[in-house]
Each structure stands twice: as structure tokens, then as C-alpha cells.
Nanobody, 119 residues
Framework: QVQLVESGGGLVQAGGSLRLSCAAS????????MGWFRHAPGKEREFVTA????????VYTDSVKGRFTISRDNAKYTVYLQMNSLKPEDTAVYHC????????????WGQGTQVTVST
């Protein structure tokens, strides 16, 4: 069974930074890449960013371009999300998931980590 475990969330003031991690464990699984999604209260789940395991392709939603950076460590089966210049509208529960070639969620999700950005 594959497990995805996020960490690194917390409370930060606007303009601050956080680094999220998503570690995959369990049996080896085949995936095209990994992505981050977020879910804010009263809103639908939103795609944030994704990266292929080869690192050759990254995709970002427009609202985070230039502020967020996704990276991966294949040896550790870990994906990171560096979030800079955080805004209150970034407040949400952030989940990682494996993604297919369309950068859409494939099979596995993490439990999520809360990110709260205060004014």
C-alpha cells in the first residue's frame, strides 16, 4: 500500500514563506509525476502545481507562478513545495497526490497539511 505523507504546514504572516514536503512510502508504485492541490473552506479543490518524476516538466496555476516552486528528490521519493510571498488567499489544506500525464490526480492522496496565512 502506498502512503503519501505531507508535512511543513503552519501559520505564517502574509509575505512569509513555508516549505511543504510530501514523502511517499510503501510498495513501489508507478506514477507519471506528483502534484500539489489545495482546498480552502467553501471552495472547490484547486490544482496548484505538479512535476514529473524526471523533473522535465512542471506546471503551475497562474495565481502561484513566480511565488511557488515545486521540486523532487527521486532517491527519497519526496516532493517539495517552496512557497514564498504568501498571501491570505493561499490559506487552505494542501494535499499531495500522484498525477497522470494530464497532471490530473491519479490514485493516491496524502492526508493534507494546513497552511494559514494571516494579514
Amino acid at each position: 500500500q502506498v502512503q503519501l505523507v505531507e508535512s511543513g504546514g503552519g501559520l505564517v504572516q502574509a509575505g512569509g514563506s513555508l516549505r511543504l514536503s510530501c514523502a511517499a512510502s510503501g510498495r513501489t508504485f508507478s506514477s507519471y509525476g506528483m502534484g500539489w492541490f489545495r482546498h480552502a473552506p467553501g471552495k472547490e479543490r484547486e490544482f496548484v502545481t505538479a512535476i514529473t518524476w524526471s523533473g522535465s516538466n512542471t506546471v503551475y496555476t497562474d495565481s502561484v507562478k513566480g511565488r511557488f516552486t515545486i521540486s523532487r528528490d527521486n532517491a527519497k521519493y519526496t516532493v517539495y513545495l517552496q512557497m514564498n510571498s504568501l498571501k491570505p488567499e493561499d490559506t487552505a489544506v494542501y494535499h499531495c497526490a500522484d498525477v497522470d500525464y494530464n497532471m490530473a490526480p491519479a490514485a493516491y492522496w496524502g492526508q493534507g497539511t494546513q497552511v494559514t496565512v494571516s494579514t
